[in-house]
């Protein structure tokens, strides 16, 4: 039961690169969180995505571009990254309704932008 | 807006009691939760309060009053594996869709357990 999966776990980049950060769940959760964490800031809400081809933004979602083609993938895009985009970040997931309905996340990509 | 108060730190001693205060402000609220987090790991679910009350859970109890915006996650016995953050998070649940299963968390708790 692989669960919920992020790749790579680690990375470093350059200002200016794209970057695509990964994230796989084999529950079949309807719905996909993006956060990122940061010292002070605690967890911040990226994007969020109810089905395949149905996404939102978040708190913080400028400079990042998502999709979701199949409920299993929410691939997250830096489209161009910058300093301040360095962070640790987590995928989650949630069912679609019954029970508490928590969110179970990722093992997190820490990204850093020299 | 969303506002969720935690304090920054915390140290108890193994054997002890602690308990760890959440105060929020929400636009809605459909409940509140408290991860655990060790340091480089990612955040697991500790519990889940909708209701009024106490909500018990082996060593860890979590209480709500939705009047007075106010959470707590009590931890007895303490064990030296407890030092980590604890993240206070409201579902507002006012939006519609996946929107109505956002989180916004507080800025997390760091407890170390000391001996």
């Known amino acids: 039961d692989a669960g919920i999966t992020q790749s790579p776990r680690y990375k470093i980049t350059e200002t200016g690169r794209q970057v695509t950060l990964m994230c796989h769940q084999t529950w079949s959760h309807s719905y996909m969180f993006w956060y990122r964490q940061d010292l002070g800031h605690g967890l911040r809400l990226i994007y969020y995505?109810?089905?395949?081809?149905?996404?939102d933004k978040g708190e913080v979602p400028d400079g990042y571009v998502v999709s979701r083609s199949k409920t299993e993938n929410f691939p997250l895009t830096l489209e161009s990254a910058t300093r301040s985009q360095t962070s640790v970040y987590f995928c989650?997931?949630?069912?679609?309704?019954?029970?508490?309905?928590?969110?179970?996340f990722g093992p997190g990509t820490r990204l850093t932008v020299l | 807006g969303q506002n969720i108060d935690q304090p920054t730190e915390m140290t108890a001693t193994e054997g002890a009691i602690v308990q760890i205060n959440c105060t929020y402000q929400t636009s809605g609220f459909n409940g509140l939760f408290w991860y655990q987090q060790h340091a480089g790991e990612a955040p697991t679910f500790l519990s889940y309060?909708?209701?009024?009350g106490l909500e018990e859970k082996g060593r860890f109890s979590s209480f709500l009053s939705r009047s007075k915006g106010y959470s707590y996650l009590l931890l007895k016995e303490l064990q030296m594996k407890d030092s980590a953050s604890y993240l206070c998070a409201v579902r507002d649940g006012e939006n519609s869709g996946a929107g109505s299963y956002q989180l916004t968390f507080g800025k997390g708790t760091k407890l170390s357990v000391i001996p």
């Open positions: 309060n909708v209701l009024d």
């Open positions: 995505s109810a089905a395949a081809d149905i996404t």
């Open positions: 989650a997931s949630t069912k679609r309704a019954g029970g508490t309905n928590e969110q179970f």
